[in-house]
């Protein structure tokens, strides 16, 4: 499954970043720092898809193109279910707890090995 859901990075007074998931109203964290607020997405929606699964509830398909979304997030490698990750052209991708899983470019210049465990991808 090759899944990346759009998020919306909100920045909080007096410090900090709200995301929220437009296809998974119940899904939600936040951050000090922007890097965080994205790796806290990544793990979030992890445990919201799997907690989904495990419970038999409908996964929404992720939209595409969504006005203000900052990036897209994909799940860990084990909720993704060996599916690729490649990033969009022109996005900058962050990438956390690394284990070697393949080269990937983004804006032209490499980022290294990809991460089986969260991949994200920011405007």
């Known amino acids: 499954m090759n899944?990346?859901?759009?998020?919306?990075?909100?920045?909080?007074?007096?410090?900090?970043?709200?995301?929220?998931?437009?296809?998974?109203?119940?899904?939600?964290?936040?951050?000090?720092?922007?890097?965080?607020?994205?790796?806290?997405?990544?793990?979030?929606?992890?445990?919201m898809l799997e907690w989904r699964m495990d419970n038999n509830q409908p996964l929404p398909e992720p939209s595409t193109d969504v006005v203000g979304a900052t990036g897209y997030v994909a799940p860990d490698a084990k909720t993704r279910s060996g599916s690729s990750c490649t990033p969009i052209p022109g996005r900058q991708v962050h990438v956390r707890n690394c284990q070697?899983?393949?080269?990937?470019?983004?804006s032209g210049q490499s980022v290294g090995k990809l991460s089986p465990l969260a991949l994200i991808e920011t405007a």
Not at 100 to 106: E, K, V, W
């Open 3 to 47: 899944i990346r859901y759009p998020v919306i990075l909100e920045p909080q007074e007096p410090t900090g970043f709200f995301v929220r998931f437009p296809d998974l109203s119940d899904t939600f964290t936040e951050g000090a720092t922007e890097e965080e607020a994205l790796f806290n997405a990544a793990e979030v929606l992890t445990a």
């Open 100 to 106: 070697s899983h393949g080269n990937f470019l983004a």
